[in-house]
C-alpha cells in the first residue's frame, strides 16, 4: 500500500520518452507526438537507438546519454527491453514510468518489478494507453492526436480505467460536452500502481473532486482487498467516489477475467464491497458524469440529511406528460412521491388556478406565467416534507423559457440544494439551461434521466451512511431456555470432522456448531438407518415430526426425496423411513447411508423461510449471505451479500436489500418478525468467519423468522483444512481485541481498573462526554482551536475507524457510582489516536486526556501503548505538531524519546518525532 514517488507520475520535472519513434501511426511516435503538443514547461527528451532526431527534436542512443535525470519515463520499447530499461533509470534516479509495452512474459514482468523494487521506482503499466495530467499540460499516452492535452480541457474529475480504449472513448465523449479532467489514467495490467494507490493519491490530490473508476477486475494478490477497500473507504470520506465495474453476468466476468486476466469476482460480493466503501456504482460511463455532476451540485445539502428523507420527491411541471414519465421514474427506481399536506396544498392555492393538479406532481398548466412559477417553487422549497424538488419544463409560446429562469434562479439560491431541473427541449431552452448551469442548479436532459439522478443521490447516502453508524452496546442474543445448545464447542466439532477425512459436518454436527454460536437450532436425533429405531427417536420427540436422511455424500437431501414433513404416527414415520431408503438406493447407490435425524415439526405458521450463510469470495475474502430461503432458494434468487465484520446496523442494511425485507417488516394481520433475533444471527456468522477460519461454506436454510424469534432448521458446513477463511482474510480488518488491556491505577481516591483498547463505534456517547468533561483550553492544545460543540458526523468518524489505517487507543474504567452519560456503566477518560499515510511511513498522533485526570500518567500509559503498536506495524515514525505553549505535552514527548523536528508545520507549533524502525 503506497504512494510513494506517485507525484512523479503526475507533476514530473522532467520526461524521457523511451523509444520515441520517426515511423508514424507507431505508438513511439504517437506519445512523442503527444507530449510535445502539451504545454509541459520541464524538460523532455526522447530516446532511440537508431535515429538522432525524432520528429524534428534531438534523440538520445540510450538513457545513460541523457542529460539529466528524468523524473518520469515513458517506455514504448519491446518487452524483452523492459527490465532492463527499468533497472538503468532506476539507477539513474528515475521515480516513476509508464510501460505502455504489451505482451511481457511472467518472467519479464517479474523481473520488471524486481529492478522497480530495487530503486522505489513506481510503474503504471504495463500494456497501458498511459496518462493525462491536464493540469501540467501532460499527455503521456498514445490517445488520438484530437485528444491530446491540447485539446482535453483541465477540470477536477479523475478518471482511472483499466481500460485504454475506453479511457480514450471517454475523453472523446467528454470533450465533445466540455467536460474536463484533473487526471486521466489507464491502469493496464496494474503490475505495480494499482485502484488502492490511485485512490490513495488522488484523495488528496487538490486539483480533483470527484473519482471516476471504471473496473474490470481487482487483483487477486494476497491482501490487495483489505488495500483496495481501506483506500476506498478513505477516499469516499473525502471526495465521491463513483465506479463502472463491468462483469455484471457470468459472460461479462469472463469476458474481464479473459482481459485482464486477473478474477473478475462474483459481483454480488462487488456491490456489496463498494457499498461498504461508501462509494456509488453506476451501470454506465454516461452514468459516471451524472452521478459526478449530481453529487458534487447536492454534496454540501446531503452531507448531514437522511436517506429516507432524500428518497422523497415533489414533481413540478408545466404539462402533465413529463409529470407522468418522472412518476413512473420514480415507482420503479424506489423514490417515494411526498405526499402534500392541506396546509401546503392551501398555500399552493393562493398562486395557482383552480384546475391545477391539487397534488404530487404538481401541474401549474401550460399557460403558466412567470410569477406562477416563482409562487409554486419558492412555496414548496420553504416546506421541508416536500423532499427534493424536480422541476420540469416543456418550451411555450407564452413566456419565453430564459425569462422563467431568470425569475427563478434569485428563489433558489435562497434553498441551495434542494432542486433538480429539466428543460426539456434543445434551442428554446438553452439560454434558460445556461441561466441555471450557472446559478449551481443540476439540469438534466430527460425527466428519467433525472429522477434516474436523485436516485443515485439517495443510494450514495445510504452508503455513506453506513460509514456513520454507531451501534448500540448489546451482549450477543441469549438462546431461548427450550432450545438445546450443544456440549462440543465450534473448534472440536471441525477438529472432529478433518480427523475423520470429511470436508462437511453431518447435519447435527452442523446444528451443534450454530448452537455453540449462539444461533438457535431445532433439537434432533440421530439413529441407524432402520424404521425401527426412526420410530422410536420420534416416539421420544413427540408427534409430529420431520425425518431426514444422513449420508455424507448427499448435502441437498431434498433432491433426493431425503426429507419428510409432518409425521404424525410412529406408522408414517415407519412408512417414510422404509420408502427413503428405497428411494435413496435407486437415485445415488453410491452414498454410504449412515442413518437418520428426527426432529420435531416446528409449526410457526406465519413465519418466513429465510437463508443465512458464509462463503469464501477469491477476492474479498469471507462473506455474508442473507435472502429468501427454502427449496425455491436459487429460483428466486432474492439475496443480498455483505462483507464483515457486521454489526447491527450494517446486518439491518443487508437484510433492507432484500425484497423478503418488506414482508419481515409485516402486513395485514402478520406482526413484524423479531429482527434483533435475525440481526443476531447474522452477526453471530460473521464472528464465526473470524474465529474458525476453517470453515470455508455455511448454510442456514431454512432459517424460521416470525415476531416469535428465529430458529434454524437445517444447515450445511463445509471445512478445510487449508484454513482459507479467518479475520486476516477479511477485506475490513476486524475490531482488533487482542490488543486490550488493563492495569490498576492509583488515584488520590484509590485504585481503579482501567482497561486499554482500541476506540469501538459504541463508544460515541462516552467519547462526546469525555470531550465534554475535557476543558475549552485543552481541546485547543490539542486541535489548536477551541471549541463548544462537535457534529454528530464528526463523533462517528472519530469512534468508526479503519483499523487498517487508524488507530485509536481509550482508557476506560467502571462508572463511580450515580454518575453516567448514557453510554453504560463506563466511562471514557482518555484518548491517544494515529493516522498513518499510506506508505507506513509516518503515523501522526494526537493525545487528550480528561482535564480532571491530568497529570496522572494516564497519558503515558496510552501513548506507550501507541508507540510499542506502532513498531509492531512495522511503522518508520510516529510524529506530531505540538504548541509551542503545551509545555506538558512536549514534556511527555521528551521523556518518550521524542525530538524537535527542524521542520515547522505552523507559527507557533513544534514538529516532534520518534524513530521506531
Sequence with gaps: MSIRNLDDLFDPSSVAVIGASTREGSVGYTVWRNIRSGTFAGPIWAVNAGHGSVQGDKAYASVADLPGVPALAVICTPPATVPGLIAELGARGTRAAVVLTAGLTAEQRQAMLESARTHVLRILGPNC??????????????????????HVAAGSLAFVSQSGALATAMLDWARARGIGFSRVVSLGEGADVDFGDMLDWLASDAKTRAVLIYAESLSPAQGAARKFMSAARAAARNKPVLMVKAGRSSEGQRAAASHTGA????????????????????????DLFVAAETLTRFRPAVRGADAEALARLTLVTNGGGAGVLAADAAARLGLELA????????????GLPANWSRGNPVDIIGDAPVERYVHTLRTLLAAPAAGKVLFMHAPTAIVPARDI??????????????????????????????????AGVPVYDTPEQAVQALTMLVNYRRNQEQLLEAPADAPPPALPDDHERAAPGVRELVDAALAAGREWLTEPEAKQLLAACGVPVVPTRTVIASPIAAVAAATALGFPVVLKLLAPEITHKSDVGGVMLDLGSPAEVADAATRMLERVAARRPDAHIEGFTLQPMVRRRRALELIAGTHIDPLFGPVILFGAGGTRVEVVADRAVGLPPLNEPLARALVARTQVAKLLAGWRDVPPADMAALHGVLIALSRLMAEEPRISELDINPLLADADGVIALDARVRVSAAAPGGEARFAIRPYPAELTESYVWETPAGPRTVTLRPIRPEDEVRHRDLLERTSAEDIRMRIFYSRRTIERSELARLTQIDYEREMAFVATAPMPAGEGPGGGDEETLAVVRTVTDPNNHEAEFGILVRSDLQGARL??????????????RGTKRLVATVLRENTRMLALAKELGMVSDSQQVEPGTVRVVLELN
Design 405 to 438: 429562469a431568470a425569475a427563478l434562479v434569485p428563489v433558489l439560491k435562497e434553498f441551495p440544494g434542494r432542486l433538480a431541473s429539466c428543460w426539456l427541449g434543445a434551442g428554446a431552452v438553452a439560454e434558460a439551461r445556461a441561466l441555471f448551469i450557472e
Design 129 to 150: 494507453l498511459g496518462l493525462l495530467s491536464p493540469p501540467a499540460g501532460l499527455n503521456a499516452s498514445f490517445a488520438p492526436d484530437p485528444l491530446s492535452s491540447a
Design 339 to 350: 405526499t402534500l399536506s392541506p396546509e401546503l396544498v392551501a398555500a399552493l392555492d393562493a
Design 263 to 286: 478474477l473478475a469476482g462474483s459481483d454480488l460480493v462487488i456491490e456489496a464491497a463498494i457499498r461498504r466503501a461508501g462509494m456509488l456504482r453506476v451501470d454506465t460511463l454516461q
Design 859 to 872: 497519558g503515558q500509559r496510552l501513548l506507550t501503548k501507541m508507540i510499542h503498536y506502532q513498531r509492531s
